[in-house]
């Protein structure tokens, strides 16, 4: 008989008043280790010479649809410069565009480099946090998770395909899958930190959650207000892992 799987318990109050709690659990749970973050860091000269790619496909599908297309409508936090008056005026050029774009490729590239601490968990809850209305950000963007979803389905392919034909990965499948699997169960950890402002669960605890922004430094709170609405969701779905040879 094989051995019994050990049961590990989870205190439910402290998975929506303790960020850190929350991001070990999931963690845990999706199977996120020493050997991902290895497998990560070891890609992201990889994966970085791709960032603007990404960045501008992103852009160019959230334009593609008039109700994703009419959040930068609204000014972003950090960003005081012009601001188009309507979609038919809007374009991917506009400076505000590539003012996202560049926070966008910057959260990219430490989403593969950063050091996964407390500093880091911090700052994958306050990109989550930014795209819904709260009284700790300037700006009024607020993404509805409809959105979220659908970019999460979206990128998922658009990611698996690109990360998928580079040579370097293809000549190594066990890396390839490994690398794969590793940013898959990365970006659904950051999903994490975003459907957990939209579900109700935990309301019953979340009033007691205090202070999670006010670790974060004022760079930092720059940086990732600058990625407002720039990407709904950072996410790929674990199906990745079908994409590795057997």
Request: glycine share 8%; charged share 25%; no cysteine.
């Amino acid at each position: 008989m094989a051995p019994r799987t050990p049961i590990k318990n989870v205190d439910r109050d402290r998975l929506y008043t303790d960020i850190m709690y929350r991001y070990q659990y999931v963690s845990d749970f999706v199977g996120f280790d020493d050997t991902d973050i290895k497998a990560l860091k070891d890609a992201a000269p990889l994966i970085a010479p791709l960032v603007p790619v990404i960045a501008d496909a992103v852009y160019d599908r959230l334009f593609s649809f008039d109700i994703t297309k009419q959040v930068f409508l609204e000014r972003g936090e950090g960003f005081h410069g012009h601001i188009a008056k309507n979609l038919a005026a809007m374009t991917t050029e506009d400076e505000q565009i590539k003012h996202r774009k560049n926070f966008l490729s910057k959260y990219l590239v430490k989403l593969v480099t950063a050091e996964y601490d407390a500093k880091f968990v911090k700052y994958l809850d306050y990109v989550g946090k930014i795209h819904t209305n709260t009284p700790e950000k300037k700006s009024t963007i607020n993404v509805e998770y409809v959105h979220v979803n659908a970019l999460f389905g979206w990128l998922h392919g658009f990611l698996a395909e690109t990360l998928n034909g580079l040579p370097q990965l293809q000549a190594d499948p066990a890396a390839r899958g490994k690398v794969l699997g590793a940013l898959s169960k990365l970006l659904w950890i950051q999903n994490d930190f975003f459907a957990m402002y939209y579900v109700k669960d935990g309301d019953d605890l979340k009033a007691k959650k205090t202070g999670f922004l006010s670790g974060m430094s004022n760079g930092n709170k720059m940086a990732v207000g600058g990625l407002v609405a720039s990407v709904f969701a950072i996410g790929l779905g674990a199906g990745m892992r079908r994409l590795a040879p057997k």
